[in-house]
């Protein structure tokens, strides 16, 4: 089975550079093909997103082998809103079996934020227990139910964390959860209030978690004005200072896609110097055209 490209460049102490791509609404692997196509090269890994915002997608399995089949490392995410922990473990086992090398526990968005909020959720299982079921599966070769796997999944294993979300106090704490059942790194919300994000670090840190899992500092490009409100006023967890929204609203609109760029730009160069921080983690959403962009400009060319 397949070794983690991204679990190598990390621990050759390399500041690695991830992104995101997001599976269609549809059977038309030719999309998942033309964001590879897009990404090769210019990061070590790219996650699949797991029918993010609970709106019905490609499943990420099917995409994350479209990718790789393109030359293009992918991190598998996996939500617990969806699964039963059966479901997660065979989902595990055959994302390995197909070469994944890499594994994002999330607990998922619940299903009335998307397009079937009828839907019924699962949620037998929680991020940390996810964690801990894929952690033991690899390294004692057992399923949840205490039964031998028989051929243990190589996997490099993640979770995600919100320096932002409230209350602040409880955060580095979870985190702290997550390290111990398993996480071996870590991509955070978007960054755009950077004081915020220090005083999270700060307390990572403080614990020593830095030195126990990488954390992969998160990065959104602002495509316009619109989404940068959007964001400020709709999306729980996400901080945008009212300066970011100044900066937006100061370009002519034709110019706002390149002012988000330079905002990102300056926001990896700043989380460079932050003790602790060991990546970054793109989610330019639908935007995969920028990662380049981004890359390239703050001087992460791989």
């Given amino acids: 089975m397949s070794s983690s490209n991204l679990q190598a460049v990390l621990q050759a102490g390399k500041f690695a550079v991830t992104a995101e791509a997001g599976p269609p609404r549809g059977v038309r692997p030719e999309i998942m093909r033309d964001k590879a196509r897009i990404l090769k090269g210019w990061v070590d890994a790219c996650n ?59 607990s998922g968005d619940h299903q ?16 940390i227990q996810l ?6 599966m690899r390294d004692e070769a057992k399923f949840a139910g205490g039964k031998a796997v028989d051929g243990a999944p190589n996997l490099f294993i993640g979770a995600s964390a919100n320096p932002f979300a409230d209350p602040f106090r409880i955060q580095v704490p979870r985190l702290a959860k997550k ?23 700060q307390g990572v840190r403080d614990r020593g978690l830095h030195e126990k899992t990488a954390i992969l500092a998160g990065i959104t490009p602002i495509k316009s004005l619109k989404m940068a409100e959007y964001m400020a006023a709709n999306v729980a967890g996400m901080d945008v200072p009212e300066a970011i929204l100044e900066r937006i609203r100061g ?11 330079k905002i990102a730009v300056e926001t990896v ?7 602790g921080v060991r990546g970054i983690h793109i989610m330019a959403i639908e935007w995969e055209e920028a990662v380049p962009e981004i890359v390239q400009q703050a001087g992460l060319v791989q």
Wanted: negative net charge.
């Fill in 48 to 106: 699949v997103t797991d029918n993010q915002t609970s709106v019905v997608r490609m499943c990420s399995l099917a995409a994350c082998k479209i990718l790789q089949d393109e030359g293009l490392e992918t991190v598998m995410q996996m939500v617990c809103r969806d699964r039963n922990r059966i479901a997660a473990q065979s989902d595990i086992l055959g994302a390995a079996a197909l070469g994944i090398a890499n594994l994002l526990c999330l």
């Fill in 112 to 127: 009335v934020f998307g397009d079937h909020p009828q839907a019924k959720n699962v949620f037998d299982i929680d991020s």
């Fill in 131 to 136: 964690l801990q079921i894929a952690t033991r």
């Fill in 179 to 201: 390290v111990a059942a398993g996480a071996q790194f870590i991509q955070t919300q978007s960054i755009f209030n950077l004081e915020k994000f220090k005083e999270w670090m």
């Fill in 251 to 261: 370009v002519d609109k034709k110019e706002q896609k390149q002012e988000g760029i």
């Fill in 269 to 275: 160069q700043q989380l460079r110097e932050i003790e």
